[in-house]
C-alpha cells in the first residue's frame, strides 16, 4: 500500500523559509520520479516540482522558479521541499506525489498517488 506522509508545513511570514519532508513506504522510492503539487484556497491543484529517479535532473513551476529547491534521498525514502523568500500567494496545502510519468511533465499526479498534505500559510 503506497503511504506519502508529509511534514513540516507551518505558519511563516514573508520573505521566510520552510522545509517540507515526505516519508514514502509501500513502493520502491527509488523506481518513481517524485513530485510536489499544492493546493490553495478554492483553487485547483497547481503542479510545483518534479525530480528524476536519482535527482539528477529536476523541473520547477514558473511560480516558484528559483526560489524552492527539490531533492530527495533514496536511502531514507524521503522527498524534500526546500522553500525560501515565501509570498503570501504561496499559502496552501502542499502534496508530496508519486509521478505516473518518467520524465518532468509538468503535469499533476492522479490524486490517488498524493499523500494527505500539510499546510503552509505564509502570512505577517
Known amino acids: 500500500q503506497v503511504q506519502l506522509v508529509e511534514s513540516g508545513g507551518g505558519l511563516v511570514q514573508p520573505g521566510g523559509s520552510l522545509r517540507l519532508s515526505c516519508a514514502a513506504s509501500?513502493?520502491?522510492?527509488?523506481?518513481?520520479?517524485m513530485s510536489w503539487v499544492r493546493q490553495a484556497p478554492g483553487k485547483g491543484p497547481e503542479w510545483i516540482s518534479t525530480?528524476?529517479?536519482?535527482?539528477?535532473?529536476?523541473g520547477y513551476s514558473d511560480s516558484v522558479e528559483g526560489r524552492f529547491f527539490i531533492s530527495r534521498d533514496n536511502a531514507k525514502n524521503t522527498l524534500y521541499l526546500d522553500m525560501m523568500n515565501l509570498k503570501p500567494e504561496d499559502t496552501g496545502l502542499y502534496y508530496c506525489?508519486?509521478?505516473?510519468?518518467?520524465?518532468?511533465?509538468?503535469?499533476?499526479?492522479?490524486?490517488?498517488?498524493w499523500g494527505q498534505g500539510t499546510q503552509v500559510t505564509v502570512s505577517e
Open positions: 506525489a508519486r509521478s505516473r510519468d518518467f520524465r518532468i511533465s509538468r503535469r499533476v499526479p492522479p490524486r490517488n498517488d
Open positions: 525530480i528524476s529517479l536519482v535527482g539528477s535532473n529536476t
Open positions: 509501500g513502493f520502491s522510492f527509488s523506481n518513481y520520479y
